[in-house]
């Protein structure tokens, strides 16, 4: 108890001398929430059960959190710009504890310039409940959605694929590698490994390829357009989809 006061009193220190929070001082603040929910919240707004930034927050930035559920988080990074990704991170959240999300939009710039763009914006509220999070379970996984057009793709492969499922690494992961399986058999679509059946698309530079915690799983989920009209018109596949990602 007297541990957790202390972190109390220097998050309240450092809250009244900078008005913008650094990843480390915002990971201190939502990880002591993480422990006692009626922890006094700096920077956020409880609305309608979610956490969403308040404009002393440059990145912006939603979070919703239930104690129940699989240890997981699902993550629309870019809602405004890969258009149904938020619908079908949220509805993952059926299952997962966590689900975060971007409150502007990926071509929005911070006070020094920098894109606010969730797939790569190191300072943001997803990231520090990403890291807060990690202390506070065992292990889990980040299942991030992201949407793509197929006549954009620059590979024959990409062209062709409907979903591409990465780890952030050019050497894919069994868990990786099992879920694209599931996928083609479970929803009759042609679904792609990034670094073994396709070249394109990967994450590898997202920042959680990086900045993942040690205990966590990073899934970089590439949803063709036709596939995402697909999932948020068709319960059934949506729940299959969902059933191929936490099975």
């Known amino acids: 108890m007297k ?30 929430w993480l422990a006692d929910q009626q922890y006094p919240l700096a920077h956020f707004t409880t609305k309608q059960g979610a956490l969403v930034a308040n404009e002393s927050l440059n990145s912006g930035g939603e979070i919703h959190y239930r104690q129940q559920g699989e240890q997981c988080i699902a993550y629309a990074p870019h809602r405004f710009y890969d258009k149904h990704t938020h619908t079908i ?9 966590a689900f975060l999300s971007n409150t502007k ?3 929005t710039r911070d006070e020094h310039g920098e894109l606010i763009d969730f797939g790569k914006y190191k300072q943001s509220a997803s990231n520090a409940f990403i890291l807060a999070y990690a202390e506070h379970v065992e292990s889990f996984s980040i299942y991030q959605i992201h949407g793509f057009a197929k006549e954009n793709r620059k590979t024959p492969e990409g ?11 050019v050497i894919p992961s069994t868990r990786a590698i099992a879920i694209t399986a599931c996928l083609n058999e479970q929803l009759k679509i042609t679904a792609m490994v ?12 997202n920042i959680l390829a990086s900045l993942a915690p040690k205990n966590s799983q990073f899934f970089h989920i590439e949803l063709s357009r036709q596939l995402r009209e697909r999932l948020v018109s068709n319960n059934q596949l ?5 059933q191929c990602l936490i099975s």
């Open 89 to 97: 991170a949220k509805a993952l959240f059926n299952h997962c504890q």
């Open 159 to 169: 062209k062709k694929a409907d979903a591409i499922i990465s780890n952030g690494h």
């Open 3 to 32: 541990t957790k006061m202390m972190l109390i009193a220097v998050w309240l220190f450092v809250s009244a001398c900078h008005a913008t929070p650094s990843l480390n001082e915002l990971t201190l603040n939502l990880k002591l």
């Open 194 to 205: 990034y670094g073994l059946d396709v070249k394109e698309l990967g994450g590898t530079t």
């Open 238 to 242: 949506l729940k299959l989809f969902n």
């Open 105 to 107: 939009h990926r071509n």
